[in-house]
């Protein structure tokens, strides 16, 4: 796989747009918004696709509710309104929002299902999650579940629901279980190849939508590009697990 291009595309980026928000589709090894270094990100190519595509709203922002790391890839809100993005911290804060995650990890886990709690702190030094006991200041208890999809040259595809979203707490928790994200060096695993992208991705998205009550889903699956082509001749069968939300 090449790394993102310098400027993607707004078409590329957009998964679905209505007058409120953006549901946006990140590419792996792009920001998810501004750094010191003023690097290309996803919020700023969606600001100028905002003021590019509505010259004459210039009541409109544009807003990340949520964030994705760098490596990783997948489904973003983006507000257009102020309202919106308040409306959405209180639902994210409340966890009214739910998130799923693909994962390709090394290994099998010994259980199919389990439930994962690990303290952490963030480490400033090392730009990373560390283990913390309970009585650390500034420890955060991180919460996930996951469940085993498919297992293919010792490497697992898992579905992963978050109940928190702590400071790298996927990458920092498979890690513990003993079972990084395929190409995340960063916490233990092989790297496999030299681009800034790991086997992580934020794949569905759901609410209730506080105007009509109605619910809404999104979701959208990587491409079949490594690792997830190790998947790739099962792929369709595996489509039924991963949207199976009950």
Partial sequence: ???????PKPEDL?????????IAKKPFGL???EDPAGSVNLRKLLEDYLHESYPKKKQLICQLANRLDKPVGGLLFCAKKQSILKDL???FFKRKISKYYLAVVEGVPKKPKAVLENYLVKSSSEFRAVTASPDTPGVKLARLRY????????????????FTGKFHQI???????GHPIWNDEWYGAK??????????????LGFDDTKTG???EYQCLPDLIEPWNLFQSEWMELLGKVTDFS
Avoid: A, W
Wanted: charged share 25%; glycine share 2%; aromatic share 14%.
């Fill in 214 to 216: 109605i619910r809404k």
């Fill in 147 to 162: 469940e085993l999809i498919s297992t293919q040259d010792n490497y697992s595809l898992l579905k992963i629901q978050i």
């Fill in 1 to 7: 796989m090449t790394s993102p291009p310098v400027k």
């Fill in 89 to 91: 911290h209180e639902k």
């Fill in 31 to 33: 920001l998810s918004e």
């Fill in 191 to 204: 790297r496999i190849d030299p681009n800034n992208y790991i086997g992580l991705y934020s794949y569905f």
């Fill in 171 to 177: 990458r920092f928790q498979l890690s513990c279980l």
């Fill in 14 to 22: 957009i998964f679905f747009e209505n007058e409120d928000y953006i």
